[in-house]
């Protein structure tokens, strides 16, 4: 059996320390402490020596740059930097570079390489420049001529100064902060000129400036100049000098001409023809150029005027004015003028009124004989000396002069013509007939007029021929058989329209105003200022038909009813087949319309006025209320749907048609309906 034993629990007690015999802890001592710090510091060299990297950092422009590695631990071992990898800032710095601060990251290449480029710093540039008041550009652009900062390398410097020739130099700056000083002097660009003036103390002028008096020593730039010498009461002497810099010059001795004298001249009367020394010089108002103390011979003429001749001398640079006044040589002149209050001028000169003698210059007069309202006279005469001249003239009103200068026959553009018809001398005359008048009709009222413009009418009707011209197609037909077609015969199968517009073309072919107002060769109206050609007015037809110096008369013949044979062309008894209205037992020769012209001419050598084909006129149709008052110059509306148709016919023949009062209307063309044309003389 196993004995048991009894455990019993026992206090703590610590492992007993070695202290000393006074009761004291003994440390370990500090050369075993130094040792063992030793050894951690070895074995940590050791662990970063076995794994540190290798940096060789290369500055190319020197071997002398100081290196700096910041942001962890590095050793500088003989050149080469020992770090570990990771993030570094290596600064680097060198005497005459800008220092550089360079990012780095270290990798785990054994050995790695950092190559640097340092930026060299600005030279210092100091000039010495002569002249000290140069100016200086660097590569084209101004500089102060001080010390200044320039990056290394080359530059093209200009350096200038007044009166110097310039210099190009190139500049090798050095840069790193070295000072250089650059010495610069420019040559002359001058040479002195000697000038010397017979007489002295003239006044020298180089290119228009100042410069002093002779004689004279003076400093000239290099190049062309103009050296110009003045003293009072001499001519100025001009030189033209050429100056190279460094080569002075003496001029040869400038003799000054003693200065011409100035002679203006002034006559009455001007433009005088001016002799000096028997030399043309001119008209007057004139200035001669006199040699100084010489006389000369100055001789003054202008026809009609006795010669004036006159010696004069004048000093040196003298000057003087003078005005001559020559005698007229004169020739009677008579004039005998109508009306007697009538101004005469000759040459621009009023010289008296009316019948009178005046002596007058022998030359060339242009003689003017005027008076309110009426046309001037204008004449040229020459008096002559003892030779008397007699000037006659009787003055025009303005109406009647313009009357004068209107030819009294013209030419249309078709060769027809015009013959001038001017009522101005009748006062006013009646249109239209009496109630009382025998075959009057309604639309015949009575009417004053005044006609005030001189026109013309055409004195035949016209023809197919003329036509033709404006419209080469028309066709005037035929009736009953009998042609109207033919050449010479009027035309007819004309609208109001047709002739108006054919009024216009002939204007356009002579130049002259449109009458009538056109839109897409419609007509809508006129223009009654215009001179253009147009149809006779209704008041123009009647007063060339009906108006005579003792009264108005009812038919172009006179007042008899009926015409004897072959007074126009009307409804004759030969034409009862094809109108019934006729006038009984008349005899004409032609059944329908005869070439134009055929028969005696009627009022102011007009044709065909009163038959062979009734007439467009220009007036718009209308009847108007009797009026006591007097109408000038009517033309009627200036649109409308009817027009006036005037005259007789060789279809229309009773008493009532050949009345010359007689009205008929239309806007149609009609087989018995032609046209003359009429225009404004003025």
């Not at 710095?93 to 780095?104: D, L, R």
């Not at 000129?193 to 006044?203: C, L, Q, Y």
């Not at 001519?235 to 003799?255: F, H, K, S």
């Not at 007229?328 to 010289?351: E, K, T, Y």
């Amino acid at each position: 059996m196993t004995q048991k034993r009894n455990l019993k629990p026992t206090d703590f007690q610590p492992v007993a320390q070695d202290t000393s015999a006074n009761g004291r802890l003994v440390r370990p001592s500090s050369a075993k402490l130094g040792l063992a710090l030793l050894g951690v510091v070895f074995f940590a060299a050791l662990a970063f020596v076995f794994t540190a990297k290798s940096l060789t950092v290369i500055v190319k422009q020197t071997q002398e740059a100081k290196i700096k590695i910041e942001g962890g631990f590095s050793v500088n071992f003989a050149g080469r930097l020992l770090l570990l990898p990771g993030e570094y800032s290596v600064s680097v710095a060198a005497a005459g570079f800008q220092a550089a601060k360079i990012p780095y990251t270290a990798t785990r290449d054994d050995s790695q390489q950092l190559q640097v480029e340092l930026k060299p710093l600005p030279g210092k540039i100091t000039f010495n420049l002569n002249p000290i008041n140069a100016t200086v550009q660097i590569n084209g652009e101004s500089v102060p001529a001080t010390t200044l900062e320039l990056e290394p390398g080359a530059y093209e410097t200009l350096v200038q100064a007044d009166r110097h020739q310039d210099k190009s130099v190139r500049l090798e700056v050095e840069g790193k902060g070295i000072t250089q000083e650059f010495a610069i002097t420019l040559d002359p660009n001058w040479a002195a000129i000697t000038i010397h003036s017979e007489p002295t103390s003239a006044d020298v002028y180089v290119n228009n400036i100042r410069v002093g008096t002779t004689p004279l020593s003076t400093d000239i730039v290099a190049g062309q100049h103009e050296v110009r010498l003045e003293k009072q009461n001499y001519q100025p002497a001009t030189r033209r000098i050429e100056i190279n810099a460094g080569a002075d010059q003496i001029l040869p001795n400038i003799v000054l001409k003693e200065a011409n004298g100035q002679f203006k001249i002034e006559s009455d009367p001007s433009a005088v023809t001016v002799m000096l020394d028997d030399r043309y010089k001119g008209l007057t108002p004139i200035s001669l150029t006199l040699e100084p103390e010489q006389k000369h011979k100055i001789t003054l003429t202008k026809p009609g005027f006795q010669t004036l001749e006159v010696t004069r001398r004048l000093p040196a640079g003298g000057s003087t004015q003078e005005i001559f006044t020559l005698k007229p040589m004169l020739g009677q002149v008579n004039f005998a003028i109508s009306p007697a209050d009538a101004v005469i001028s000759a040459n621009g000169r009023q010289i008296g009124h009316g019948s009178s003698t005046f002596d007058l210059p022998q030359v060339e007069q242009k003689v003017i004989i005027s008076k309110p309202g009426y046309e001037p006279f204008t004449t040229v005469i020459t008096p002559r000396n003892g030779i008397a001249q007699t000037v006659s003239a009787t003055l025009m009103t303005e109406a009647a002069a313009r009357k004068a200068r209107l030819r009294p026959i013209v030419k249309d553009p078709t060769g027809g013509e015009l013959v001038l018809i001017d009522p101005t001398q009748q006062k006013s005359f009646t249109m239209g007939s009496s109630r009382r008048d025998s075959g009057r009709r309604a639309n015949e009222t009575e009417r004053s007029v005044q006609l005030t413009r001189a026109f013309y009418m055409a004195k035949q009707e016209t023809t197919n021929a003329q036509f033709r011209l404006f419209e080469a197609s028309h066709d005037s037909g035929v009736a009953a058989g009998n042609s109207l077609n033919r050449q010479t015969q009027p035309a007819v199968q004309v609208s109001w329209q047709q002739a108006a517009q054919f009024c216009n073309w002939l204007s356009r072919q002579e130049g002259l105003p449109l009458f009538y107002k056109e839109q897409s060769g419609i007509i809508v109206g006129f223009n009654l200022e215009a001179s253009g050609y147009r149809l006779p007015s209704e008041a123009e037809w009647e007063f060339v038909t009906r108006v005579t110096p003792t009264g108005e008369r009812k038919f172009l013949w006179g007042e008899i009813f009926p015409p004897v044979n072959n007074t126009e062309n009307f409804a004759d008894a030969s034409s009862a087949h094809v109108t019934g209205r006729i006038v009984a037992n008349y005899q004409d020769g032609y059944v329908a319309t005869a070439p134009v012209g055929s028969f005696n001419s009627g009022p102011y050598g007009v044709f065909d006025l009163a038959g062979n084909v009734a007439e467009w006129a220009h007036d718009v149709y209308e009847i108007r209320t009797p009026s006591e008052q007097t109408e000038t110059n009517p033309l009627g509306k200036q649109v409308g749907d009817n027009y006036v148709i005037k005259g007789a016919s060789w279809s229309l023949s009773k008493l009532t048609e050949l009345r010359l009062s007689y009205r008929d209307y239309g806007a149609r063309g009609r087989d018995d309906v032609g046209f003359r044309v009429a225009r404004y003389a003025e």
